[in-house]
Structures are given as C-alpha cells and as structure tokens.
C-alpha cells in the first residue's frame, strides 16, 4: 500500500515524492506558510515571537490562514517543535481551529499515504492533542483517520496506526461516549479488524480490540443499533472468541442483558435495519474507493483485467487480505449505486466486479463469508425500505455466470438454498420470506423477465434442481418458448426507478471470452471444461463480433453532438475517410485544434471517446510487421493515432501544448488502454521518435495511474495478452530504458517467460549475449529468482536460462538454495546443479549446498560434492575442514542458535557428518582417494575428539577413517600447546611428532586400511546407529 520512497529522494519535507514528480500544490502552500511563520518569529525570543503573530493574524483572515497552517506544517515536519507550535496554534487561532480540522481532512482524504513516516506519526499525535483538547469537530477527524486503516492488512505501518487510533479513543473513552455516531463508528471498525489480528504474534493487540469492543457494546448497545444489520453479521464471525461469544450468546437469548430497550423483537429489528453507507464506506481506505468508482464509472466492460490485475496485486496479493473482499462486496452491493445513464451504457457492471472477487478468492473461510456478504440484504429483504440495487448484483452474477461459468451460479444457488435454514434456525420464516421477497421484486422491476432459465437450467446437478424447486416452486415454473427466447436473445433487463438496465451482455460476454477475465477460479469438477470453453473462445475474440461493432457508424453519435461545430466537422471528415492518407491529414488538423488557445478542455473527454470509436481498427491485429526492415517499421507508424504521438515527440516539455496533449492522450487511455503499449512501439520503431523514450514516462505521470511503473506493467501485459511478438521487440528498449522499473521486476519477467517459445527464448538470449539487454542485476537477481519458485517449468526453465546468459557470478544467487526443496523445486535445482558442475567450490558454495537437510530422496548435495571431490579435491577439502572445525568449536550453542533461527537452513555439525557419511558411501567402491587427504582426517579427529557418544556411534565408520591417522608437527612446543586446545579430551593431542616420511607412510596405511574387511562390519553397525538414533 505505502509508495516505496526508494524510487527518488523526496522533494520536500511533507510528502514522499520522487526527483520526477511536480511539486505538490498543497506542500508548495504549507512551505510558504512555514516560510512566513519563520520571517516573523526568526531571531526572536519566545514572548515576542507570540506577540509577533499574534499582531500578524490581527491584520485580516489571510494572515490568520498563513500563520495558523504555517505552526501546523511545523508541527508535522519538526517533532522537537510539536509542543510549543500546538500551544502556539491554540493562542492564536481564531475559528475554533477549523482551517486546520479542514487541512487535517485534506491530508487524511488525499495525501495520507505519500506523508513521510515522520509527518504520518506527528499528525496522529496531533490528532491525540484534537481529542483531548475536545475541539468541535475532533470526532470528525478521527472517524476519517479510521477510514486509513485498511482490513486484510497487517503491515507494520497498518497496525501501529490501527493500535495508536485504538489508545487515542480508549483514553479518551469519556469524550468518546458523548458522540453516539463516533461509538457505532469505532466499533463497526475494531470488529472488523479482530478478524486480521488473529496471529500469536498480535494477540496482544487483539485483545485490547476485543475488550474496546465488548465495553461499548455492553455499555452503550442503542447507540450501536443504529449500525443495523452488519453489527450482526460481523459479531458472527468473531463469536469464536471466548469473551465475545458470551455477548454473542447475550445478543441470541439474552437481549434484555445488553440494554432494557433491546427486547425480544429486537435482534429481528436489528436485522430488519439497512447498514447506512457511512459504515459500510468506513471499512474502505479512501485510496481503495477511488479505485473501485473508477472501475465503476469509467472502465468499458471487458477492458477491465488490467485494473483488476492492479488492485489484487495492490490490496488482495497476500493470505491475509482474503478478509477484504466481503468489505467490497459489502460496499459494491450498499453503495455504489450507478445511475441509469452509466447503467445503460458499457461501463463494466457491478456483478462482474463481484464475480471476479469471488472467482480469486483462495481461502474457503473467506469465500463463505464473502457469499453471505452478497445475499446478506436478501435476507431480511424488505421492498419497502430496502432497495432493489442491493440485491441486485447477486442475481446477475448467478445469471450471467451460467454460460462461462456454472460452477460459480451452482455454488451461490446452493449457498441461497441452504442459508435459510442454517442462518438462525428460530427466525427460519422471516429469513425464508426475506429471500422470497428478494426473488418477488427481482421479477417486478424486470431485473430478469423470468427465473426459471436459471433455477432449473440442464447444466445444473440434479440434486441442485431438485432442491431449487422444492425450495421455491413458485419461480420454477417454465415459461413459454417465445418468452425463453427473448430472455437469452434480447434486452430483457429494462428496470423501473434507478435500477440496472445492463445492455445484451450475452453478446459482450462472447466477445470477452469470460465474464470476469479471470482464469483462477477453482470450483468442482466442470474448472477443466470450463476453461477449454474460456480458451476456444479467447481464439476468436479479436475477429468477427469485434469487427461487427466497429462498423457501426451510429458509435460516435452520442459523442459527435457534445463537440463544437469546427472540430464535429474535423470529426465527422474522419468517419467519413477511407484512406490512412486522408485519415492522417484531418488527425493533423484536429491536434492543431487542440493546440489552439481558444480549445475548449472541457471537450477533450467527448472528443477522445469519438478517436477511440473511430480508431478501433487499428488496435486490431498485430502491430509489427512480419518482415521488419526499417521501410516495414516506419510504414506500420504512418497511422492516424501515431500523428498525436509524433506530434509530442517534436515538442519540448516546457510547451504548454506538451500538456494539453499529454491530457488528450491521458484521456485517450481512459477509453483504449492499448494506446499504452503502441506509444511505446512508436518510440521504438519510428526515426522520428529516436531517443525520446522518456516521453513515455511522461505520459504514465499524465494517466489518471500516476505511477510510471504501475502504467508500464499494465501496457506491458496488455501487450502479452495481445501480440507476443510485440512484448519480445519491446523486451531490450523496456529494459535498457527504465532499468529502475524492470530489473527489480519479477511480474514483468513472468510475463515474457509465460508466453515465449523456445525459439523466442534463444533470441533473448542471444540479445543478452551481444550486450542489448540486461535482464538481472546483481543488487535483485536472488529475489527475482526466488520469486520464480511458484512459476511453471517452462517458465522457470527460460528463467534460468536467461540468468545464464547474463555474465552474474554463482555465487550471488547461491543463497537460493536456502529456499530450495527437493520436491517443490526441481527445476532450480536442476538448473544449480549443472552451473556449479562448472564451478570451482568457493568456502560459500560449499556451506549453501551442505546447509541443505539431509534426506535419502534428495542426492542434490552428494551429487554436488562427488564431482568437487573428483575435479577440486583440495580445494573442497580445505572448505570442508574449515566448516566442520567453525561448527565444532560452540557445540553447546548450536540448539539454541537452530532454535531461534529464521525458516531457512542453518547448517550444522551434524549436517556436515551426515553430508559426509552419504559421500563417503557414495565413493566407497571407487579408487577416489577424496576421505585420505590430510584436511578431511585432521577435521575428523578434531570432531571425534569433542563430540558426544550418540555422534561417535552413528558416525563411527566416519571418524574409523582418521583413526590411525596422527597430525605431523616440526615444532613439538607448539603442538603440545595447540594440542588442548583444539581436542582437549583426546589423548592423540600430546602424541610424539612424526616425521613427513612418516605421515606419508601413515597415508598409504589409512589408504590400506579403507581396503580391508573390517571396513563393510563397521558400515553396518554404523547404518544400524543411524536407523536408531532419534535425532
């Protein structure tokens, strides 16, 4: 969630902001408040500073703002001043420190997640100040600040500001009370974050939730009332914990206990009760809300994926953040309420929005509670003060879902059956009617003509059926064959009042393959079924249905009308062309309208949407030519759309039409997002483009994304779902030109793996080779490759082959084999173990591959560490020996280091004499002489000597290989001293020297002794130890 303040030095000292970004208009205003605040009080002591603004906000409110918003922009950026500018800020205001509650609001709604840490926590301790001092308006404030904590998020920044928000309302448990919106605001919040608390490790915090939540629900349970519904539906899903289900038990068969008013009608009233929007809204950061009625009110229906792909990997990429979606779903279906206008046009509908967070649900608790969020309005269903755009979204994901995807309409159709009875047994009845009369006024506002295409469809189980019709016979009954018709051919969704009037999405969902442009769904047994469906039709999706709708001249007809009369002549001269000449002459003279100084801005989101109509058909098919020479390149750039780009690629920055274009190709994106990725073609293909780049940059910067890497990765993907000869072109430009954005991306590295054949791969190979494109750099290589554990094998494989081209030293990913198991990652392995085979051993290779766990499937160490033995015997020796004496000399602390370490492998004495003992069985019937070397038997009896009697007897055939070995000396001195030292209980420590012709005839006895029988005793006693030992 948080901007990663690595891509630039922040520009000032409010905001985190990159060396790129324009200066933010609030932070410039705040810094000249500052500015004056200082000029006034500089060099002063502190009574005569007072006195000096004091007398500056007498002059007018002007002065008042500067030097009232000046002391709060010190305060947030110097925490030594906090005290005294808050002090300051108290004397002097004179609005009840309104211009700062409504800054405060500002900041909270728009710029709280660019604060710089130091800003984000001195405005929480402002805040604190707010409530204690009770300022009017306070509970305000912080009823926003706890709109910014954000559910399915346990971040550290998340959770220090959900614990501080917590201490300000219990300590300030009495102002509280007195604000009956802020007590329902605060527990409506805490009980939906007990949910992501559950872990050990936030115990502690939990509880304190917990106990907040149960004091005001006891306490003052009327004021809590007015949160209706969802109070129930939340106290539901924590009732588990002790203390709540106490309360929970209370609430069923107790009500009287928590307030006299609450009587035995009560919990019935309290589900009867629409949750007002306000809560529902609370639980969605304002970021997140923004996100979603963009998608709601500017996204084209089956354009949708990129911003989908966006926000999962923005707020629903992790375990935790399942619980999130039934806040969606809860917000989608209670709030965003389209109006007809939007309803009957192609922006994408809400149900498609739902289906899609259903399909990528991964946890099963998560999935249940997101179905009861969207049928929790059927169920106590009143036509007379509920509204049918609640229930709505739930009928037609079920509807339209039949076609892609029956599993998705069988489950809810289930979940509905059997909700009725198991929600609360003892209100079975007004449950039963709630959901009849959901179905009932479904019907009357024409929401679907008829119910029975959907409840005893074929496609559906028998057993589904069987219990559909027994449940509601009434809606079961088949209609009349013309009437069936109309309903799957025609518009049959017409509704009365401010309800949905979706337009023959039978024929968009074709045209799209899928309605939720998802593939991970993951119901029953009908996934593989549907999913081949899903691909034949992906096959076909660009061709006939598509070319049908552009022909339709009728398109820009609504848009035409809103233009003035000389650029609807322009236009309509466009329509009217037929030839790419005539079509870029009049692109000419529009962009020259639009550069005019007299153009009206206002028209530039009519007139993009009349360009995107008219030029569909060149975002059909495949950009590059099948032959590329530099003739093919330029003639596939020589396109109408091309005339905006090529007219920006000869202006200078500082131009004011440079921005009103960029606007009108901003806007352009809004309608055609594949504008994205052939702007980044033009750049590269055309001359006329050479070494302008950057300009894409710019246009990221001017997109309502704002993000340059955000922008790139959805064109990018766009381009992979399009044209995978394209996204191979654009590869080496993309990488070299924002190295920053690509080399420390996994996502972008998995889309050119996921969709590349072998012949692709070879060419990005060889582009790697000659020096055209680097892929990995040495700072993100490791993480990017861990990252790709989860891949394909295919994927994985291009992966390492692409590393491999690039000249990277070994030893900087080595440390993946940490995260490697020989069962879930055999590709990686594969691909380690034939580069190290090419490897001399370095002292970090050798502890990586022995700090693998020992097991008798995975022979990847012995594997390794025979052919070093063979080819680099010395070298792994000294390694060896260097290890095993490191881990020798703190045996006592080796349990508790293993103990406290993270989930990656450590290694250990014991690892290394396992390792060692496979090895030495492994070369056992080979003349390697590896166990002879004077290294490997001074390591041995160094161990010997020190370990304990379980290790000699497991390893007994081990350390029978130094037995007779004796360590040479010239200096009997030093020996003697040395001696106790490295093995103080072996007596071979205080042994006479030998001479070098003695070692060597020691060496050849050892080699002799390897020889003989006694040899194959001691290997069975010694797998015999290993079979027993329980360590």
Known sequence: ????????????????????????????????????????????????????????????????????????????????????????????????????????????????????????????????????????????????????????????????????????????????????????????????????????????????????????????????????RDLVRLLQIVARIPEMELLWKDLLHNPQALSPQFTGKGLLQLLTARTSRKFLACRLTPDMETKLLFMTSRVRFGQQKRYQDWFQRQYLSTAESQSLRCDLIRYICGVVHPSNEVLSSDILPRWAIIGWLLTTCTSNVAASNAKLALFYDWLFFSPEKDSIMNIEPAILVMHHSMKPHPAITATLLDFMCRIIPHFFPPLEGQVRQGVFNSLTFIMEKRVLAHLAPLFDNPKLDRELRSMLRERFPEFCSSPSPPTEGRDEGTNEMKMEESVSLEMDNHVLLDKEGGCYDNTEAAFSDDEEEINNKGNKKREFRFHPIKEAIIEEPADITPYVDQLDDMMKEKVLQLQKGSDTETHCEVMQEIVDLILEEDFDSEQMSTLASCLAELFKGHFRGDVLPDEITEESLEESVCKPVCLVFRNLCQMQEDNSGFSVLLEMLAELYQKQPKIGYHLLYYLKASKAAMGKMSLYESFAQATALGDLHTCLMMDMKACQEDDIRLLCYLTPSIYTEFPDETLRSAELLNMIVAVIDSTQLQELMCHVMIGNLVMFRKDSVLNILIQSLDWETFEQYSTWQLFLAHSIPLETIIPILQH???????????????????????????????????????????????????????????????????????????????????????????????????LRLNLSNTKNSFFTQTPILQALQHVQASCDEAHKMRFSDLFSLAEEYEEPSSKPPKSRRKAPASSPRSRKGAAT?????????????????????????????????VASDSD
């Open 1 to 228: 969630m948080e901007p990663s303040p690595a891509k630039g030095k922040p520009q000032g000292r409010l905001l985190v902001s990159t060396t790129l970004d324009a200066k933010d208009e609030l932070e410039e205003r705040l810094e000249r408040c500052v500015a004056i605040v200082t000029s006034l009080t500089n060099g002063l002591s502190e009574r005569e500073a007072n006195d000096a603004i004091t007398a500056n906000v007498c002059k007018g409110p002007q002065q008042h703002e500067e030097v009232c918003l000046g002391l709060f922009a010190l305060l947030l950026t110097e925490p030594s001043q906090a005290q005294r500018c808050y002090r300051d800020l108290t004397l002097v205001n004179r609005d009840g420190m309104n211009v700062i509650l409504i800054k405060i609001n500002q900041i909270l709604m728009e710029k709280f997640l660019k604060l710089q840490d130091v800003c984000r926590t001195q405005l929480v301790w402002l805040v604190r100040e707010l409530v204690k001092s009770g300022v009017i308006g306070a509970d305000g404030i912080l009823m926003t600040l706890m709109k910014q904590i954000a559910g399915g998020d346990i971040t550290n920044k998340n959770l220090w500001l959900a614990e501080n928000v917590l201490d300000i309302v219990v300590e300030q448990r009495e102002w509280v009370l007195k604000s009956g919106m802020l007590i329902a605001m605060s527990v409506y919040t805490y009980l939906r974050l007990i949910v992501d608390h559950g872990t050990p490790a936030l115990l502690v915090l939990r509880q304190k939730e917990v106990d907040f939540c149960i004091g005001l629900l006891r306490e003052k349970f009327m004021e809590c009332f007015i949160i209706g």
């Open 820 to 918: 490697l198991k020989y069962k879930e990652h055999p590709e990686a392995l594969s691909c380690l173990l034939l580069q190290l085979r090419r490897e001399k051993p370095s002292g970090e290779m050798v502890k990586m591959v022995l700090s693998r766990p020992c097991h008798p499937e995975d022979q990847f160490t012995t594997s390794i560490l025979r052919h070093w033995a063979a080819k680099h015997d010395d070298v792994l020796g000294e390694h060896i020996k260097a290890l095993l004496i490191k881990n020798n000399n703190l045996p006592r602390k080796r349990q508790s280091l293993r103990s406290s370490s993270s989930k990656l492998a450590q290694l250990t004495l014991e690892q290394i004499l396992e390792h060692m003992d496979n």
């Open 993 to 1025: 020297p030998v001479s070098n012709e003695e070692e060597s005839a020691s060496s050849s006895a050892s080699e002799e002794e390897d020889s003989k029988p006694k040899a194959p005793k001691r290997k069975r006693k010694g797998s015999s130890a």
